[in-house]
């Protein structure tokens, strides 16, 4: 058995992840400042196999993968994974992985599924590839954001995971500031699909914060890695221990010694 001790996550506290996909510059021009002004971080779930990736995002996502944010992967083209040939849909999910470690130096750890969708075997190939995927995170509860949904909805998605201690996943695309700016299609490539405003973000991180207690906003690998955590090792107070051989099935989804210690 392996000891490790936990300095970022506080292990009894409900995790309440935030998850953004598709590539927007809003990612980081936008939806990353109002984590950062309350000491939170979320994660980015990228193609990176979209033409012109590298100029449009390669500096934004490496900035943002420096100040703590994840950078995970969401296949390597948005492509509905269910219905490729299998071997094109692995080829998919390779070539992301090794795009995006390729380009900011760090393997992704998790991954996203387009439109949400999955079979049996393309889940498998995820999870050969991935420690864990957005869907399937152990007890968790999964909340879409999508314009038009009172932010009462949301709150309310927090109120009931903490009194069942369950992790919260909210995901998204986008934000915006305005009603206004979420019609306006000239402004479609940076708010995508369904954007949250900017507003009700904002009071959602200030009320998960104002239950700092016993609540704890985490990046969606944190959270997997508590969940691997509980599952495989054992916690004792503000320490955990884990069998070698977990650690080293760790090393495999770029999670090493050095980079456990950052996020744990
Ligand atoms: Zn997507």
Redesign the pocket.
């Known amino acids: 058995m392996n000891k490790m001790r936990f300095s970022r996550i506080h292990p009894e506290k409900t995790a309440v992840c935030f998850t953004f996909?598709?590539n927007f510059s809003r990612h980081g021009g936008m939806i990353a400042p109002a984590f950062l002004r309350r000491g939170f971080r979320c994660t980015f779930?990228v193609?990176p196999g979209e033409e012109g990736f590298e100029e449009k995002h390669k500096e934004a996502y490496g900035a943002l993968l420096r100040q703590g944010f994840e950078i995970g992967s969401?296949g390597y083209v948005?492509d509905n994974l269910s219905k490729l040939p299998p071997a094109h849909a692995l080829k998919n999910l390779q070539n992301a992985a090794t795009r995006i470690r390729d380009c900011f130096g760090v393997y992704p750890a998790t991954f996203?599924f387009?439109?949400h969708d999955y079979t049996g075997q393309t889940l498998a190939m995820a999870k050969a590839l991935h420690l864990e995927t957005r869907n399937t995170l152990p007890y968790s509860v999964w909340v879409a954001i999508r314009s038009g949904t009172p932010l009462s909805v949301y709150l309310s998605a927090v109120s009931q995971c903490v009194s069942q201690n369950r992790p919260l996943v909210f995901s998204g695309?986008s934000a915006v500031t305005s009603r206004e700016e979420a019609d306006d299609e000239r402004l479609k490539n940076e708010t995508g699909?369904n954007p949250i405003l900017l507003g009700d973000l904002e009071t959602l991180l200030d009320e998960i914060k104002s239950q700092s207690g016993r609540l704890q906003a985490l990046t969606f690998e944190q959270a997997a890695l508590l969940a691997y955590i509980r599952r495989y090792g054992t916690i004792d107070g503000d320490a955990f221990f884990l069998p070698q051989e977990r650690f080293d099935a760790l090393s495999a989804f770029g999670l090493c010694d050095k980079r456990l210690k950052k996020l744990i």
């Open positions: 996909d598709d779930y193609n969401h948005h996203a387009p439109y695309h699909y």
